[in-house]
Structures are given as C-alpha cells and as structure tokens.
C-alpha cells in the first residue's frame, strides 16, 4: 500500500474515532440530564428502572467496542504502517 492511501486511511479512522467520542459523550450527557425523565420511557416500553439501565449499560459497553475495535485499532495500525514507510 503507498503511503499517501496509508495516511489517508489512518487520518480518516482517527477523525472518525474522535467523531464517535464526541458523539458517545453527547449521547451520555443527553442520558444523565435526563434520567429523571425517564419515568415515560418506563410507562410507554413497560420497563422497570433496573431494566432501562441495563438497555443503557449495554448501549455504552457496544458504543466503546465500536469505537475502539473498529476504528481506533486499524488507525493505529496504519499508523504504525506509515511510521514503518
């Protein structure tokens, strides 16, 4: 792979990455902020408050595998590639 393509690549994960924590802190904000609304989101999808924060739990724990297994990791390793170059 020539180098341009390599550093193409790594640049594009790494802004994508920062895109995602941006978006995944926005995401957590909006969540605390509103927790103590979340009484309708119980009452409309019949879910205790146990429940809801197991679905919110496990929207975060899949939100940091994403952004950490699919683009932080081949950005370092183009990163690496590039330094190799």
């Not at 941006?22 to 879910?47: E, I, P």
Request: proline share 1%; hydrophobic share 65%; net charge positive.
């Amino acid at each position: 792979m020539e180098r341009d393509k390599i550093i193409f690549w790594r640049d594009l994960f790494l802004r994508m990455f920062v895109v995602g924590i941006v978006v995944a802190g926005l995401l957590f904000g909006a969540t605390m902020a509103l927790w103590d609304t979340a009484a309708w989101v119980m009452h409309l999808f019949s879910v205790n408050e146990e429940t809801l924060g197991r679905i919110v739990l496990t929207f975060f724990t899949n939100a940091r595998i994403v952004l950490l297994f699919f683009f932080l990791v081949p950005a370092i390793a183009l990163h690496w590639m590039a330094q190799k170059q």
